[in-house]
């Protein structure tokens, strides 16, 4: 900037074309540097620009505003041609200081403090990708107290350092997740806590953006457990670091599901890779339904399975399916028993396997190959850590254990072989003895079978057993989900059992 023309030769003078006053430019007058890059035209005092002008550079760029004493000061309209920025507000000499708003080239736009040509003290600035910050600056970056609204949703709020989050602050992602605690160089770091959009909670720790104590696993609390057939069991589950220490995760959602010991070889080519389940127990397993024993479902374990079509309505059509009812299998009451089944809800049984040509996916529901289907186990959020299943049965059918086959499903209801009549020769009296003896021998023969036939439907095959628990968080808290827990049931028969504590006895 000039610092001004002193002048000696009146209104013609040198460069400078305009009014003087004692031979020294006065009023207004152009004035053409000699370098040639600057040129101005505007108000003059005492020979110094002064008051209203427009310093033009030859590139293009130029300021028009206010001078005082030779210096840019005051307010003022300034371009830059290569850049193309414009400026319009407060002047320093010469420098931008004070409030205005600059519009960059690149499509920022800042409103603002300015000191020494940086954005400094209270502003808004918006950002080219859309991101508006309010708060404070300090020599052109985000310090102090700021609020941060980014152009996918997200929101913080809280301190800046040097334009990066730190100290304490608060985000809200657009997805729900929310966050609450200390900062370091836009990380997560010290004491914090966070409510993420799948419903874990964690609070506590934090180092370089990650929890400090993370969990990585599930583990049963029993690895092992022996039952017998027809009885509930419970299962304990808890989140662990990869060294054992317990986590007190909140909101981890949990599934389990079951699978049984395949007795048939691989070899002979019955199971694709998918169709087996991998266990930690030294053996294989397939798929098998799992369920919850309610209060009133004593008449599952005693009745027999039977497919009852129902119309379920989906959003493009009404779909008939088949639906698991039980019937009571007791010649006083052969009637189904609405008791037995009202757990099973038209709003809580799974569509047959059909509806999926549909895009139908109803939750809590598990399902067999053979159409048969049970309602499936709940799923759970851990709570401090800790998750338990409650109630879990093991329901009395499998595809490769049972006798039931595609071709012959209804195989169970088989009758018993009757007896053939044998009448040794003799008196009358002998003749009518042994008819009535034999009468009272198939009659106990028969129900000896019946019985046997019902019990081999109350309850799963005795074998071993796979339990599987699996976190299904979505989406993933920090795009992770912890390795799943297995726990090995062993069922024994009820005979055996008895026969055990008689021996016992």
């Not at 092992?224 to 909140?250: P, R, S, Y």
């Not at 095959?461 to 390795?483: A, M, S, W």
């Amino acid at each position: 900037m000039s610092k001004g023309f002193r002048s000696t030769t009146g209104k013609a003078i040198g460069n400078y074309v305009g009014e003087t006053s004692k031979q020294i430019r006065n009023g207004f007058g152009v004035y053409n540097y000699p370098n040639k890059f600057f040129r101005y035209e505007g108000e003059w005092r005492k020979g110094k620009k002064h008051g209203h002008g427009r310093l033009v550079m030859v590139d293009g760029s130029y300021y028009e505003g206010s001078f005082k004493n030779g210096e840019i000061s005051g307010h003022g309209y300034r371009s830059w041609s290569y850049s193309g920025n414009v400026y319009i507000g407060e002047f320093k000499c010469g420098e931008i200081c004070g409030i205005g708003v600059m519009t960059y080239g690149n499509g920022e736009k800042y409103e603002g403090g300015w000191k020494d040509n940086k954005r400094h003290g209270e502003g808004e600035l918006v950002e080219a990708n859309g991101d508006i910050y309010k708060g404070s600056f300090y020599q052109h970056k985000k310090h102090g107290k700021g609020h941060q609204i980014y152009s996918n949703g997200d929101e913080y709020e809280g301190d800046w350092v040097q334009g990066l989050k730190q100290g304490h602050g608060i985000i809200k992602y657009s997805d729900g997740t929310i966050y609450n605690g200390q900062w370091r160089n836009n990380m997560f770091n010290g004491e914090g806590s966070i409510l993420h959009v799948s419903g874990v909670k964690y609070e506590g720790m934090w180092i370089s953006g990650s929890p400090a104590v993370e969990s990585s696993i599930l583990v049963c609390e029993s690895n092992v457990i022996e039952i017998e057939q027809g009885q509930c069991f419970d299962l304990d589950v808890i989140c662990q670091t990869v060294d054992g220490k317990a986590v007190n995760d909140e909101g981890r959602l949990l599934q389990v599901t079951a699978g049984v010991k395949i007795l048939n070889k691989r070899s002979e080519g019955k199971f694709s890779d998918e169709e087996i389940i991998t266990t930690p127990f030294d053996f294989e397993a397939e798929s098998y339904p799992l369920t919850e024993m309610l209060p009133d479902s004593e008449s599952f374990v005693n009745g027999k399975i039977e497919e009852v079509s129902l119309t379920i309505e989906t959003e493009d059509k009404n779909v008939e399916i088949d639906r698991l009812t039980l019937e009571d299998t007791s010649k006083n009451n052969s009637s189904r028993t609405a008791s037995a089944v009202s757990h099973l809800t038209q709003e809580s049984v799974l569509q047959h396997s059909s509806l999926a040509d549909y895009g139908a996916s109803p939750e809590g529901i598990s399902s067999t190959s053979h159409g048969y289907i049970f309602p499936s186990v709940s799923t759970l959020r851990t709570i401090n850590g800790r998750a338990t299943f409650t109630n879990l049965f093991l329901p009395p059918f499998n595809p490769s254990y049972s006798s039931i086959t595609e071709d012959n499903p209804d195989s169970h209801a088989s009758q018993p072989q009757k007896w053939k009549r044998v009448i040794k020769k003799g008196s009358a009296q002998n003749s009518t003895t042994e008819v009535s003896d034999y009468k009272e021998g198939k009659r106990r023969k028969e129900k000896k079978e019946e019985k046997l036939n019902d019990d081999k439907w109350k309850y799963c095959k005795p074998g071993d057993y796979v339990i599987i628990i699996q976190e299904i968080t979505n989406p993933p808290f920090f795009d992770t989900t912890l390795q799943p827990a297995y726990c090995h049931v062993k069922v024994t028969s009820k005979q055996k059992r008895a026969k055990s504590k008689m021996d016992k006895k």
